[in-house]
C-alpha cells in the first residue's frame, strides 16, 4: 500500500473511533485497525495512535487556527483528515510540505471543495506557527 492509501485506512480507522466516542460506545483501538489492515501496519499505528494520545493539543491548534469554528463542528471525516495533517506536521519527520498535500488530497476526495479549502488554510497556519515557533 501507498502512503496515501494507508493514510486513507488512518483516516477510516479515526472516523470510526470519533463515531464510537460520540455515541459512548467502548472499543479497542488494536481491533479497530486490525479490523481496517490485512498485517499489522507501524505506519497506521503510529499515526492511530499519535493523533489519540494528543488529540487535546491538536484540537487547541486547529481551533486556534479555524475562523468562526470549531473542529468538533466539522464532520468526522473532516476531523480526522485535520487531525492527521496536524499530528503528522507536529509529532512526525514526514516533510510538512507532504504532510499538507496529504492532507488536501484526502479532503478533495472526501469532503467539499470548501473544507478542503478550510483544511489547507489551517495546515498552512500550523505550519507556519511551527515555523516561527509560536
Excluded at 54 to 63: G, P, T, Y
Excluded at 89 to 114: F, N, R
Aim: a negative charge.
Amino acid at each position: 500500500m501507498t502512503r496515501h492509501e494507508l493514510r486513507y485506512k488512518t483516516m477510516t480507522i479515526l472516523y470510526q473511533t470519533f463515531l464510537y466516542d460520540n455515541n459512548n460506545i467502548e472499543y479497542n483501538i488494536n481491533d479497530i485497525i486490525s479490523e481496517q489492515l490485512d498485517e499489522e501496519n507501524k505506519f497506521v499505528s503510529e499515526l492511530v495512535n499519535g493523533v489519540i494520545s494528543n488529540r487535546e493539543e491538536i484540537d487547541k491548534l486547529a481551533n486556534r487556527y479555524l475562523e468562526d469554528w470549531n473542529i468538533s463542528r466539522l464532520g468526522f471525516t473532516d476531523q480526522a483528515i485535520i487531525r492527521i495533517g496536524i499530528y503528522e506536521i507536529m509529532w512526525t519527520d514526514t516533510p510538512d510540505v507532504t504532510c499538507i498535500d496529504e492532507a488536501v488530497e484526502l479532503a478533495k476526495e472526501y469532503s467539499d471543495e470548501k473544507v478542503c479549502k478550510m483544511i489547507n488554510g489551517v495546515l498552512d497556519k500550523v505550519y507556519h506557527s511551527k515555523e516561527n515557533n509560536d
